[in-house]
């Protein structure tokens, strides 16, 4: 694998540089204090590089709805004319994701065209460079060396920055990547045997960082293997408020509803996110629930997650971000589950 | 994401500080702010899905005009010059008092304050009002008269910290869900006390030490009860009652009769009971009252809020962080409505319209004479007055009294008997169908301004999108307006230049500007310029200097069941739903949640009638009926049933009772008399 470097001052640069080429996102911290990952607006992009933050600790919502928008319009129609809204594809540069994310856009990506080509996502998604910048300081509620989802990672990638004093060093991790390089060759430094033993230091460094440990294989294969433990469950379901944040902020929660806005005879086909906590999720025209029950509701979301999409696809939903405890109104997260379920 | 703004949700009094992004001048998503002290990562189900009602197709977009029936599509010159002449018209022929001025919580501070101006300064009535009266017009006269200030004591954060949680008439979890989460989360994690009295048995009842079911209408007997308890045990703050409070003595006085042998009588709670959930009030520390519309809407709201003010005082509760009497506001800006003076007795602040130097400097800032110093018509006084045919022109922004207000037949009628009606709306409402005129307004993703949230927080909007089609702020009409009606100080060309006014005007608000409110907003009181805000009211002195005991003697609700009307009817909200339905049930998924009205019944009464879960059923009351589904549950006691007032179909308020409490005109929406029939 060709490592490079990356002067730290050379980041704005390289980004205003490539979004003349790309569609570029990057994390943008508000004046609020809250980072998001925006796409940099060409007209205004000194002001927004400004405020560029790559040592983000969080972003409360994940990149998947760069490709997966809370809200779209699949299509318009006017009486019987059906008018297409689906956007052409373009090639995105996705720069300063965590590693956890990338695996959940890795995930996502093979979703939304494993049963049937979702083209909405995936003209969104399709012609896209991956840059990760390594977590530094990872969040209390994160997990990602438990889920081996981060805080790097050895594939998947297409470029791969480790954060040392006053520089990056780059890994490449595709051909993507290594053209990529090549064409903002200017930007890039030969890296030399110390930065990379640099490199090697600060990686280890941000994994025993992560606080949070579990035994994420465990708990995969004793759900696998047993019953729902209905009584963990239970206690969930009695304690959640069932505001759906934990699936909407979820990097690997695709569900969505679709719904009609019409007037007179012309309107709009939109879908939006959905979680499969909602009661109507699964409310059938007759008015009977097949999942009707709070615990059963609260049961598919962590079967699914951990279990159903582990024994589909060998990998499982959850990367480990942490994410759903973050946003839980009452301190419900996923590794609660987890170290339940592990426990002896 | 293309482009993401910071504001304020606009459901609940929470004020969570949510982005809305926007792309091609449509809003398409909406999410928490991480760093915001309220929504920290998190926002509830209608916060989460507050991106979806801004675009609907059927949003106002073009000023209409009453026309053989239906309505017609005109220009806003014509729309604006109509408005201004015809409440011009009927100042001049029946006097400035036949005409009313309904303004808006979920309105801005801003716009709340110019309808205030508009009515006060322009047309020179004191008829202005909005619907604080159906929610808070108790606590604000009940706790302006007891410790000199009608707001929440203490601050959302602050429950993070309580040892006890006494939580009454107020469904925290359903209605300020980022209130109950941290209810939830400090009884579970950290082993804080909860009381719940609440003839419903609300989420928070199984969290509960102590869950204690009054009998509906029964607040002032309870309260009376543990305070009763509370002195024969000695438990009573006996050094803060000395310094910091008055009028002792008589509140022993009157609750001398109120032993827990007595309440159990009045109010079905058992007698161990409530001693031992007075106890427990009395010995915690950090001991924070929370209550809401179950306390207020009843025709002893004010007696209710003045009786827990009592209790708060007796233990020295008030005036310390994680402590106090908490009113949740309902409204995301009801608040705010009040605070910038949307009543018919107050100018911004509180101050009376019937003091003469409050009423000098304000003629002397609006360049007007002669402001009327008599307070006006209060929302329920309005529809009476229209009824009565001595209101004859109304103006209301952002509300819909048809489904909202008490015994909708009645505002219907009233709404019919006026001579005009202008309504500022979003949604072709069911109370602007009446209207003569209707003014397409901005969402609250449209424009600038701020809102002030449950805890005092004066917080910024901003604008994310462009006013749909022609649609305008209420700011910029309401200026059209009073402008139009030759009056020359209502220009500003941004809302900060208002805030700027109501700072000047507003000593609770008046070191507020704009430029002040980034990131997160401030809390009031803030005087001056170099004031950080009031986390919490009353440290060391009450606004009032020393505050006073007001006991209270127990008086039932005004209609009680008897042979004919055997249940008594308690209304309410959903958390799926917010009030009158016209941005929720727009919202996909919270309509798909709870798409249609329904009642709660007891299984044991369920029984008797012979109903069944999913049945039709008719509920009537003396003043109308509606048909609607049976939700067969324990959550209600027998002889009680309960509806939601979302539901235009089904609506409950066709049932209520307009009686109303005679200090505060709060409706008793808590207590009624149905009867209920299978169909």
């Keep these: 694998m060709k490592v490079w470097l ?27 204090g809250d980072v998001q990952f925006m796409r940099l607006n060409n007209e205004k992009k000194e002001l927004f590089l400004d405020k560029l933050k790559l040592d983000y600790e969080s972003l409360v919502v994940p990149p998947k709805v760069i490709a997966f928008p809370q809200l779209e319009s699949l299509f318009k129609f006017q009486d019987e004319k059906i008018i297409e809204t689906v956007k052409p594809s373009v090639k995105r540069l996705l720069f300063g994701l965590r590693a956890c994310d990338v695996k959940a ?79 903002y060759r200017k930007f890039f430094d030969e890296a030399s045997k110390d930065d990379v033993e640099c490199s090697r230091i600060a990686k280890h460094d941000a994994e025993e960082a992560v606080s949070l440990r579990l035994d994420f294989e465990k708990a995969i294969k004793r759900l696998c293997e047993n019953e729902p433990p209905r009584q963990m469950y239970e206690k969930i379901a009695e304690r959640c408020i069932y505001c759906g944040g934990c699936l909407y902020v979820c990097p690997t929660c695709s569900c969505f509803n679709v719904f009609d806005d019409v007037k007179a005879s012309s309107g709009a086909r939109y879908r939006n996110w959905d979680a499969c906590v909602f009661r109507g999720y699964t409310r059938e025209a007759s008015g009977h629930n097949p999942r009707f029950e709070k615990w059963i509701l609260t049961s598919r979301r962590y079967e699914h997650k951990l279990k159903y999409d582990y024994l589909t696809t060998g990998m499982s939903g959850c990367v480990g971000c942490g994410r759903c405890l973050s946003s839980c109104p009452v301190n419900i997260g996923i590794s609660q589950v987890i170290e339940e379920v592990s426990k002896e | 994401m293309d482009n993401l703004v910071l504001t ?117 009535t004191n008829n202005v009002d909005h619907c604080a009266r159906l929610c808070h017009a108790s606590t604000v006269a009940g706790l302006a008269a007891t410790f000199g200030s ?46 719940v009295i609440d003839p419903r048995k609300i989420e928070l009842a199984k969290y509960a030490t102590f869950y204690l079911a009054q009998n509906n209408g029964t607040d002032v007997a309870w309260i009376n009860g543990m305070v009763n308890v509370i002195i024969k045990e000695g438990l009573h703050d006996r050094e803060y009652i000395e310094k910091r409070t008055e009028n002792f003595e008589q509140l022993k006085k009157v609750v001398e009769q109120y032993t827990p042998e007595y309440v159990e009588k009045i109010a079905g709670i058992g007698r161990n009971l409530l001693i031992q959930a007075a106890r427990l009030y009395a010995k915690s520390k950090k001991a924070m009252i929370v209550y809401s519309m179950g306390i207020t809407q009843h025709t002893t709201g004010v007696d209710n809020v003045k009786s827990l003010a009592n209790l708060a005082m007796l233990t020295g509760h008030v005036g310390f962080a994680s402590t106090g009497v908490n009113p949740l506001r309902g409204q995301n800006n009801v608040q705010g409505a009040c ?9 911004s602040g509180y101050q009376k319209v019937a003091d003469e130097a409050a009423r000098v400097k304000f003629e002397k800032i609006w360049k007007v004479k002669n402001l009327p110093p008599k307070p006006g018509l209060t929302v329920t006084e309005i529809f009476n007055k229209a009824l009565e045919g001595k209101l004859k022109g109304l103006y209301i922004m952002g509300e819909n009294p048809v489904i909202s207000d008490p015994d909708s037949t ?128 009353h440290k060391d002195k009450f606004a009032k200097g020393k505050a006073t005991f007001m006991p209270c003697v127990y008086k039932a609700a005004d209609e009680l069941p008897d042979d004919e009307y055997t249940f008594v009817l308690s209304t309410g909200r959903v958390y799926w739903h917010w009030h009158t339905g016209t941005m929720t049930r727009r919202t996909s998924t919270l309509d798909r949640e709870v798409p249609a009205g329904y009642v709660e019944i007891n299984p044991k009464d369920a029984e008797k009638l012979n109903i069944q879960k999913g049945d039709r059923v008719k509920i009537s009351s003396r003043r109308g009926q509606i048909e609607t589904q049976v939700l067969v549950t324990e959550k209600v006691k027998e002889g009680s049933v309960f509806v ?34 299978k169909i």
């Design chain 1, 6 to 32: 990356l002067k730290k001052d050379n980041v704005k640069a390289l980004c205003a540089s490539a979004s003349g080429r790309w569609e570029t996102y990057v994390p943008i911290e508000s004046f609020a």
């Design chain 1, 105 to 183: 856009i890795l995930f996502m990506d093979d979703f939304f065209k494993r049963n049937f080509e979702d083209i909405y996502y995936l003209n969104r998604s399709t012609d896209k460079l991956l840059v990760i910048v390594g977590c530094k300081h990872p969040q209390e509620n994160c997990f990602c060396t438990s889920t081996k989802t981060g805080p790097f990672l050895e594939t998947g990638f297409d470029l791969q920055l480790v954060d040392t004093p006053n520089r990056y060093v780059v890994e490449v991790g595709s051909k993507k990547g290594e053209e990529f390089v090549s064409s």
């Design chain 2, 8 to 124: 304020t949700c606009p459901f609940c009094g929470c004020g969570c500080g949510l982005y809305l992004e926007s792309a091609n001048g449509m809003i398409v998503g909406s999410y928490p702010s991480g760093n915001h002290p309220v929504s920290k990562g998190a926002l509830c189900v209608k916060g989460w899905n507050a991106y979806e009602f801004i675009n609907k197709l059927d949003r106002l977009k073009v000023p209409l005009v009453k026309s053989n029936g239906g309505f017609k599509e005109v220009g806003w010159e014509e729309a604006l010059a109509t408005v201004s002449k015809r409440l011009l018209e009927i100042k001049e022929k029946y006097g400035a008092d036949a005409l009313g001025f309904l303004s808006s919580a979920k309105a801005t501070n801003e716009e709340n304050f110019l309808m205030m101006k508009l009515a006060r300064a322009v047309f020179n």
């Design chain 2, 150 to 195: 009608g707001a929440m004591t203490n601050s959302i954060n602050e429950f993070e910290d309580a040892d006890l949680f006494l939580v009454t008439g107020s469904d925290t979890t359903e209605q300020h869900p980022l209130i109950g989460s941290r209810i939830i989360n400090a009884v579970n994690d950290r082993g804080a006390g909860l009381i």
């Design chain 2, 339 to 347: 605070d910038v003076g949307a009543l018919p007795n107050v100018f």
């Design chain 2, 410 to 537: 009645h505002v219907r009628k009233a709404l019919k008997k006026l001579e005009f009606l202008a309504v500022n709306e979003i949604f072709l409402s069911d109370t602007a169908q009446y209207a003569d005129v209707i003014l397409p307004a901005a969402s609250f993703a449209e424009k600038d301004g701020t809102f002030t949230n449950t805890e005092r927080r004066v917080e910024r909007i901003r604008q994310a999108i462009e006013p749909v089609g022609q649609a305008r702020t209420d700011w910029e009409i309401l200026c059209e307006i009073a402008t139009r009606c030759g009056y020359k100080e209502m220009e500003y060309d941004h809302p900060s230049k208002i805030m700027d006014e109501i700072a000047e005007l507003t000593p609770i608000y008046g070191g507020i500007s704009y430029d002040r409110l980034d990131p997160f907003g401030l809390q009031w009181p803030c005087p001056s310029k170099d004031h950080p805000g009031t986390v919490y009211l």
């Design chain 2, 644 to 677: 939601p007032f979302h539901f235009r179909e089904a609506a409950a308020n066709v049932l209520t009772n307009p009686a109303v409490d005679p200090v505060a005109k709060i409706p008793e929406y808590k207590v009624c008399a149905v009867k209920i029939e």
